[in-house]
């Protein structure tokens, strides 16, 4: 029986308790300074302007996509990565703002969540605002609701700048082992595969931008290119693919600024449909003041574009001031604006391979981001779509490139990402016509107006957390999902609240998975004692420290640390303080590092104050399970927890046990 009722539970503690920055370091000898700031690794000279002739990994594009694919690269000094960018340097201001949970969860596993928690405007309430029955060519609210629904993830819905995005990428890879800084002014014009079996069978040529740099061109070769260089990419014209579908593009003018208004939600994300003004959208931005307002602009016909020279600041003004009657806003400052046209496309696929050449070619050159697909901003998707690709290509970069994992995974990227930029473009396809429809004639005052009925039951989707990956090599069919519905297959890991064994502290099981190409394994211990030798766990733990079966024992160099290739943690049923460590396998405490230091942290308990990890996610009591998470953070396949015979075939499905000695131990303090 589990003790909770005596626990003396002290609520200030536990919120200190759960205030995690849950950080490892001095694994390899003590590391005075900031823990954020990695040891530089061996041979790794600062980056000069110069750019190498050979590349493993070149990067073209330095958006949110190309930055957060640099940013996993970064921590491994064997991959050769660089990344390059037209523009003179780093982006001040504009564009995207809109960063869904699901990205915040990301951000978790690059260790910068916090970060923007703090400068970031919270979502908390979204209102809806339409014509007043009675007089409609004056607006009223006619509805407000909770952003995020409750349970859906432990992040919020934030609004934060796309630059500030990318300071925290910029931060991230100037911190890590290979101090990764972006190549700018440097601007890719053409880009050719040779056929020959070549280590680096890409040539990219590149013009160097800016005065001083006239008619220089560069020629670098590469393993892999991946062009992450927005709409109009050149990359994507390169390997002959096309953005396909509606050609008739929309246009919104997009402004942020400082203002004076009476508008009672102007701290609220609000959507606004007048009579026949149109709509606009408020978007309360960073820092208390600023606001983003959108407003929406005819459709444009084919191929037709605005002309921004008969546009200005002020007709979006006076335009925002229609629609808002009776209120009115005073513009103090106009901080950026632009006109923002978008169609609804997406290329046929993510990378060079033809389809019908996809059991013979492997893939070598990839597109992520608006390179791929485009939408409107009203559903907020941009960014958050952009970088769920790369989040999703980088570790699979990483382990090809290190020889840990067969080439042809590259060609479940463009599988899995194509359907979810596909799913995006028809949401926003019907999203875009409901917010541009004309207010319904005559809705009764109690009924919900469609599109707040559309954006209530679609919240899931735009925090980001609908992705579900279909089976595949990496992801299975959930076979055995009955033991665990609350971790579906193909979605990403549903973090949850637990208490780390070791010292008591409470925190969220998803943030151990951080963004270094490790695979995870989170043992669910079934009933019964997890000291006693009889018990699953220890007879699991049994097989992967010993069994030549082990997917451990089988794809872990034997010089490195046990637990760099698959990460093994436990969670027991039983409360933190009923449990004695020194009873528990050896194998949940791992020797890492260069001082072989024990790693406590792998075993849990429930948080019985905030939840208990076996109820909320439906995990069976009795048997336990095993769920498998990929680096991604998306669950690959849950088993039962002695489904030896199946985990061993699972891994071998894709990861190739290992000719090279050892990887550099990336992220490791
Ligand atoms: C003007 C503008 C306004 C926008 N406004 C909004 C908005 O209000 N709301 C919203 O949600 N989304 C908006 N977006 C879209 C949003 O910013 C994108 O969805 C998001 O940035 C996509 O990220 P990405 O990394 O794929 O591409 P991008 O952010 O477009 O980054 C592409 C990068 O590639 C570089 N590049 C391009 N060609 C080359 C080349 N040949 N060689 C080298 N480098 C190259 C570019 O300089 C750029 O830095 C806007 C986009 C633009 C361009």
Redesign the pocket.
């Known amino acids: 029986m589990t003790n909770i009722k005596t626990r003396n539970i002290n609520t200030q503690g536990l919120n200190a308790r759960r205030k995690e920055k849950n950080m490892q370091f001095h694994q390899n000898g003590f590391h005075a300074g900031d823990p954020d700031i990695y040891k530089r690794a061996q041979n790794h000279k600062e980056l000069t302007q110069d750019m190498p002739n050979e590349v493993d990994v070149l990067i ?8 957060t694919l640099a940013a996993q690269l970064s921590g491994h000094p064997d991959i050769v990565t660089r990344i ?4 003179p340097g780093p ?1 001040e201001k ?5 960063i869904s949970c699901r990205s915040m969860e990301m951000f978790q596993a690059f260790d910068f969540a916090e970060k923007v928690k703090r400068e970031a405007c919270w979502v908390n309430e979204t209102s809806f605002w339409n014509p007043k029955p009675e007089k409609p060519s004056e607006i009223h609210r006619t509805g407000r609701i909770q952003d995020v629904e409750d349970g859906l993830s432990e992040m919020p819905h934030v609004i934060l700048n ?1 630059a500030r995005v990318h300071d925290r990428y910029l931060e991230v890879m100037q911190n890590a082992p290979t101090r990764l800084v972006p190549h700018y002014s ?4 053409d880009l050719t595969l040779t056929e020959k079996e070549v280590s680096h069978p890409i040539t990219v040529t ?1 013009e160097r931008i800016g005065s001083g740099y006239e008619g220089q061109f560069e020629k670098v070769r590469a393993q892999y290119v991946v062009g ?7 990359v994507r014209s390169a390997i002959g693919r096309e953005l396909v579908g509606d050609k008739a593009n929309q246009a ?1 003018g ?1 402004m942020d600024v400082l203002a004076e208004t009476d508008f009672p939600d102007f701290r609220m994300k609000s959507l606004v449909k007048s009579e026949s003004e149109g709509s606009i959208i408020f978007i309360p931005r960073e820092g208390g003041h600023m606001v ?1 307002v ?1 407003i929406e602009m005819d459709k444009l016909a084919n191929n037709e574009r605005i002309s921004r020279s008969r546009m200005s600041v002020e007709k979006l003004i006076d335009a925002t001031n229609r629609v808002l009657n009776p209120y009115t806003i005073n513009v103090k400052e106009v901080v950026w604006w ?1 006109i ?1 046209e978008v169609g609804h496309s997406v290329t046929d696929k993510f990378d060079n391979v033809p389809t019908k050449n996809i059991g013979t070619q492997l893939p070598r050159i990839f597109i ?4 791929c697909h485009t939408h409107s ?1 009203k559903a ?4 958050n779509v ?1 970088m769920g690709d790369t989040f999703n290509l980088g570790w699979k970069l990483i382990l090809v490139l290190q020889k840990r994992c067969n080439p042809k995974l590259l060609h479940t990227y463009s599988a899995e990402r194509r359907t979810v930029a596909k799913d995006l473009i028809d949401f926003d396809h019907e999203w875009s016509r409901i917010i541009g429809a004309p207010p319904e004639p005559g809705t009764p005052l109690e009924e919900t107006p469609k599109f707040q009925r559309y954006f209530i039951e679609h919240g899931r989707y735009t925090a980001g957390l609908s992705v579900k990956y279909t089976p595949s090599i990496l992801t299975s069919h959930g076979d055995w999902q009955h033991l665990a519905p609350g971790f579906e297959v193909g979605t990403r890991f549903h973090s949850a609240p637990v208490t780390r064994l070791a010292d008591a502290k409470l925190v969220q099981l998803g943030h151990t998975i951080k963004a270094d190409a490790r695979w995870r394994l989170y043992a669910f211990a079934g009933a019964g004692s997890p000291a006693s030798p009889q018990s699953d766990i220890q007879k699991l733990c049994n097989f992967l420290g010993t069994s030549l079966d082990s997917p451990l024992q089988k794809f872990t160099p034997k010089e490195m640390d046990s637990n760099r290739v698959i990460d093994v943690m436990a969670v027991f049923q039983q409360s933190h303080r009923d449990l004695d460590i020194g009873a528990m396998p050896d194998f949940l405490r791992p020797k890492v590092g260069l001082l072989q230091l024990t790693d406590y942290e792998k075993m849990f308990c429930p948080d019985h104050a905030a939840g208990d990890i076996y109820t909320m996610r439906g995990i069976n009591r009795e048997g336990g399970c095993i769920v498998i998470v990929r680096p991604d953070q998306h669950i690959a396949n849950v088993l039962p927890i002695d489904g030896f015979k199946e985990l061993s075939s699972f891994f071998e499905g894709f990861l190739i046990a290992p000719l090279t000695k050892s990887i550099p131990n990336e992220f490791s303090g």
């Open positions: 073209v594009g330095s958006g949110p996509a190309g930055l390059v960018d037209l523009k982006m504009g564009q995207a703002d809109g796309q440097r601007k890719l014009i590149l992450c260089d927005g709409a109009r990419s050149s919104w997009v983003r959108y632009s923002y992520a981001g608006d390179a901003a907020g998707q941009g960014m952009s």
